[in-house]
């Protein structure tokens, strides 16, 4: 003899109401992030001269780029 197994049923959970959506402002030209043009076009350093030969953190990564981008007067503001 077969024993029949108990089939249940799922309930669906209520649905939420959606957000009402916000207009999105029109788009425009924004310029790059913080307000600065980087540009290293036309530069014969290597990254081993900007950052030495040693590894470093990613912060001082960063440090060591803005001060070579000041020294140099790479920034556009």
Same mark, same amino acid.
Request: cysteine-free; overall charge positive.
């Given at each position: 003899?077969?024993?029949?197994?108990?089939?249940?049923?799922?309930? &669906? *959970?209520?649905?939420?109401? =959606? &957000?009402?959506?916000?207009? *999105?402002?029109? @788009?425009?030209?924004?310029? &790059?992030?913080?307000?600065? &043009?980087?540009?290293?076009?036309?530069?014969?350093?290597?990254?081993?001269?900007?950052?030495?030969?040693?590894?470093? *953190?990613?912060?001082?990564?960063? @440090?060591?780029?803005?001060?070579?981008?000041?020294?140099?007067?790479? =920034?556009?503001?």
């Amino acid at each position: 003899m077969a024993i029949k197994k108990k089939t249940t049923i799922k309930k &669906a *959970a209520p649905k939420k109401k =959606a &957000a009402p959506k916000k207009k *999105a402002a029109p @788009k425009s030209k924004k310029p &790059a992030f913080g307000g600065y &043009a980087i540009n290293f076009a036309g530069r014969n350093e290597t990254v081993e001269q900007v950052f030495g030969k040693k590894p470093i *953190a990613p912060s001082e990564m960063t @440090k060591k780029i803005w001060t070579f981008v000041k020294s140099q007067s790479l =920034a556009n503001r």
